[in-house]
């Protein structure tokens, strides 16, 4: 199973040296919930690590109404992809929560990226690991059901939305508007497959909580419906 948690983390694969003279060059910041880092259009100033809190991404459809994309935690590395081919903006970055950012200008990063051949390496891990991961989303998208694209996408938020007790997942702020909005679906059609699967006895609801019974089996039975979980399962 996929795990951007970890593989948008670019500053970590790199060797101690490298990841002090990134540090360096960069800085932290803090801002409140509600505040943009940057918004779609924008020529890209910077690139970030998620100290801590959460931050959302966000598209806008034509008659302008906002889609989640993705939610990016404590760790992770965002808005690269304008910096490396200089385009603006394609979505916007909102924190979720009062947050702590590392930036790293676009100027020091490239001025890195040139003296480092570590960092060109670990760009093209993350390249390599983003576009399988599109891969699988397409696949998803063309090949499964909306009910099982939604038990995958449980899957994938237990690492940054739950915690595990014993066999049990417990998935915390995970609401219908939230599942539907990644994945593109309407909140009624979420909500019809999550009562499915709450009748099934696989999982069960509570107030903003999805608790998933049997997790390894769980995972396991949905994490096997195309070719290349067997490649991707961890």
């Known amino acids: 199973m996929h795990d951007l948690g970890t593989s948008n ?35 890209a100033e910077a690139t970030y690590q998620l100290l801590s809190g959460e931050v959302q991404i966000f598209a806008f459809d034509s008659e302008g109404s906002e889609v989640m994309i993705t939610a990016i935690q404590a760790n992770e590395c965002f808005g690269l992809m304008s910096i490396m081919d200089g385009l603006p903006r394609s979505n916007t970055a909102v924190a979720a929560t009062d947050i702590e950012l590392f ?13 480092e051949g570590e960092i060109a390496r670990s760009m093209c891990t993350l390249l390599g690991r983003r576009t399988r991961y599109l891969m699988t989303m397409l ?17 994938r938020l237990v690492s940054s939305r739950g915690s595990i007790e ?7 702020e995970v609401t219908h508007e939230l599942i539907a909005s990644v994945l593109g679906s309407s909140r009624q059609s979420v909500g019809r497959e999550i009562r499915s699967l709450e009748r099934s006895g696989m999982i069960s609801l509570h107030y903003r ?24 399962e961890t």
């Open 166 to 172: 014993g066999e049990t997942a417990v998935l915390a």
């Open 209 to 232: 909580k999805i608790i998933i019974h049997d997790y390894p089996r769980f995972r396991a039975l949905y994490y096997s419906l195309l070719t290349e979980d067997a490649q991707t």
């Open 103 to 115: 930036r790293l200008g676009a100027g020091d990063f490239r001025g890195l990226l040139r003296e």
């Open 9 to 43: 983390n670019w500053i970590s694969q790199l060797p101690e040296a490298v990841q002090a003279k990134v540090m360096a060059k960069g800085s932290r910041l803090n801002l409140p919930r509600g505040k943009a880092i940057y918004s779609v259009g924008e020529q």
């Open 139 to 155: 696949n998803e998208i063309t090949l499964l059901n909306l009910q099982q694209r939604i038990a995958r996408l449980l899957c």
